[in-house]
């Protein structure tokens, strides 16, 4: 057996084995967590969100050496993290709010001055005389390589906790994520739903620090709901699509960095997400690239097959080559050019539909009803029979198709 397939099977060791599990976790909260904050339109708060936890993580770790304490005890960062986390998401709704400025100019503003903070304790953090401070610039691109029973246990409940509230508010959460002011008008305070999708991105951050790190986690957060949008038109769906495949990402690149020691697992988790978000652009059946040509392909296809029957029913000649292939491959026409039997029959169909619609006009003024007709919409499909049959006594006995194309 591969080291891949190994690592796959949870086979490759007790560490390995924890790494991949507690990524498979985190990306499944991450996944669910970030659907409507994507839904939202606010991609970015994540990443302003992820940056404002770096000052936490240096404050703390100087608080709790200051106190005697072991400065890189997890729990310990990961509440200064959530703290400088939650007055970074105030900061950005009070700018919001309070000034002229934009939403995405309050955004770029906390993250780059929280970054820049973050960075500079990092660096004061450097030059104590103790505390442990080594690795504590893991927290920027994640490390698994110490990762603890008890670091998978904070994911598992803090993820689980982040999918069942996401779960729970839903409804309120897909209102405001579609229509803010029908939201409002419905009762729901708008603002107060806004932020509770802020603290469940920030819950996940947070925990998934230890694993990706905090420039990372927004990836996280934002591609598998990208990814699950090309599978579905429901948004109940989506968060559990963007569950499975956050979820998916996380194992197979844990496996991924456990077959290749030297490869950083965080990174390598971004990247299977960015390759199923590139497969799922390109096949997915409803909104993929491949299916978007077939459709095309498919529309051109009847509109040509329509102008051919009504050339064949005027006696037209038809010039068009892929015109002429496809009414031959479908045996309405011979090589030469001339109507085939079936030709001729669903030529004088095309032709009398065509006049159908004309008194279909003249008899009802409903325009929402007519207006559906755009040449390629079967009459059957709008009206009755007795409709059509009474727009064919208005119209007289059918004529006949013949002649060479």
Same mark, same amino acid.
């Given at each position: 057996?591969?080291?891949?397939?190994?690592?796959?099977?949870?086979? +490759?060791?007790?560490?390995?084995?924890?790494?991949?599990?507690?990524?498979?976790?985190?990306?499944?909260?991450?996944?669910?967590?970030?659907?409507?904050?994507?839904?939202?339109?606010?991609?970015?708060?994540?990443?302003?969100?992820?940056?404002?936890?770096?000052?936490?993580?240096?404050?703390?770790?100087?608080?709790?050496?200051?106190?005697?304490?072991?400065?890189?005890?997890?729990?310990? %960062?990961?509440?200064?993290?959530?703290?400088?986390?939650? /007055?970074?998401?105030? %900061?950005?709704?009070?700018?919001?709010?309070?000034?002229?400025?934009?939403?995405?100019?309050?955004? $770029?503003?906390?993250?780059?001055?929280?970054? $820049?903070?973050?960075?500079?304790?990092?660096?004061?953090?450097?030059?104590?005389?103790?505390?442990?401070?080594? #690795?504590?610039?893991?927290?920027?691109?994640?490390?698994?390589?110490?990762?603890?029973?008890?670091?998978?246990?904070?994911?598992?409940?803090?993820?689980?906790?982040?999918? %069942?509230?996401?779960?729970?508010?839903?409804?309120?959460?897909?209102?405001?994520?579609?229509?803010?002011?029908?939201?409002?008008?419905?009762?729901?305070?708008?603002?107060?739903?806004?932020?509770?999708?802020?603290?469940?991105?920030?819950?996940?951050?947070?925990?998934?620090?230890?694993?990706?790190?905090?420039?990372?986690?927004?990836?996280?957060?934002?591609?598998?709901?990208?990814?699950?949008?090309?599978?579905?038109?429901?948004?109940?769906?989506?968060?559990?699509?963007?569950?499975?495949?956050?979820?998916?990402?996380?194992?197979?690149?844990?496996?991924?960095? +456990?077959?290749?020691?030297?490869?950083?697992? #965080?990174?390598?988790?971004?990247?299977?997400?960015? #390759?199923?978000?590139?497969?799922?652009?390109?096949?997915?059946?409803?909104?993929?690239? +491949? !299916?978007?040509?077939?459709?095309?392909?498919?529309?051109?296809?009847?509109?040509?097959?329509?102008?051919?029957?009504?050339?064949?029913?005027?006696?037209?000649?038809?010039?068009?080559?892929?015109?002429?292939?496809?009414?031959?491959?479908?045996? %309405? /026409?011979?090589?030469?050019?001339?109507?085939?039997?079936?030709?001729?029959?669903?030529? !004088?169909?095309?032709?009398?539909?065509?006049?159908?619609?004309?008194?279909?006009?003249?008899?009802?003024?409903?325009? $929402?009803?007519?207006?559906?007709?755009?040449?390629?919409?079967?009459?059957?499909?709008?009206?009755?029979?007795?409709?059509?049959?009474?727009?064919?006594?208005?119209?007289?006995?059918?004529?006949?198709?013949?002649?060479?194309?």
């Amino acid at each position: 057996m591969t080291p891949f397939l190994e690592a796959l099977f949870l086979q +490759a060791g007790y560490n390995a084995a924890l790494v991949a599990i507690g990524a498979a976790l985190l990306g499944f909260a991450a996944g669910s967590s970030g659907t409507f904050l994507f839904l939202r339109k606010r991609g970015l708060v994540s990443d302003a969100v992820a940056h404002a936890t770096l000052p936490g993580v240096g404050l703390a770790f100087i608080v709790m050496v200051a106190f005697g304490g072991d400065g890189r005890n997890l729990i310990g %960062l990961l509440a200064g993290s959530a703290l400088t986390a939650w /007055i970074g998401l105030l %900061l950005i709704e009070w700018i919001a709010r309070r000034t002229r400025l934009a939403e995405d100019a309050a955004i $770029g503003a906390v993250l780059g001055v929280f970054f $820049g903070l973050g960075i500079v304790l990092l660096t004061v953090i450097q030059t104590m005389s103790g505390g442990r401070q080594a #690795g504590l610039e893991s927290f920027l691109l994640g490390s698994t390589a110490g990762m603890l029973f008890q670091d998978a246990v904070v994911i598992a409940i803090g993820g689980s906790l982040a999918v %069942l509230a996401t779960w729970l508010l839903r409804r309120p959460m897909t209102l405001v994520a579609f229509d803010a002011d029908y939201a409002a008008a419905m009762g729901y305070d708008v603002r107060r739903i806004d932020l509770l999708m802020m603290v469940l991105v920030m819950a996940v951050t947070v925990i998934g620090l230890k694993l990706v790190g905090l420039i990372l986690i927004v990836a996280l957060l934002i591609i598998p709901p990208v990814t699950a949008r090309f599978w579905t038109e429901h948004s109940n769906r989506v968060i559990w699509i963007a569950g499975t495949i956050g979820g998916l990402s996380g194992f197979v690149g844990a496996a991924i960095s +456990a077959s290749a020691p030297a490869m950083p697992t #965080g990174p390598i988790i971004v990247l299977v997400a960015a #390759g199923l978000c590139a497969f799922s652009l390109f096949f997915a059946p409803a909104r993929g690239v +491949a !299916a978007a040509v077939l459709r095309q392909r498919r529309f051109q296809a009847r509109v040509h097959r329509r102008q051919g029957l009504l050339a064949l029913a005027r006696q037209e000649p038809i010039r068009e080559p892929y015109t002429l292939r496809l009414l031959a491959r479908e045996g %309405l /026409i011979r090589p030469d050019g001339v109507p085939t039997d079936a030709g001729r029959a669903q030529a !004088a169909k095309i032709a009398r539909d065509e006049r159908r619609w004309d008194i279909a006009r003249e008899v009802h003024q409903d325009t $929402g009803l007519t207006g559906r007709y755009d040449g390629l919409t079967p009459i059957e499909d709008v009206f009755t029979a007795d409709e059509i049959r009474d727009f064919d006594r208005r119209l007289g006995p059918p004529a006949a198709v013949g002649g060479a194309a």
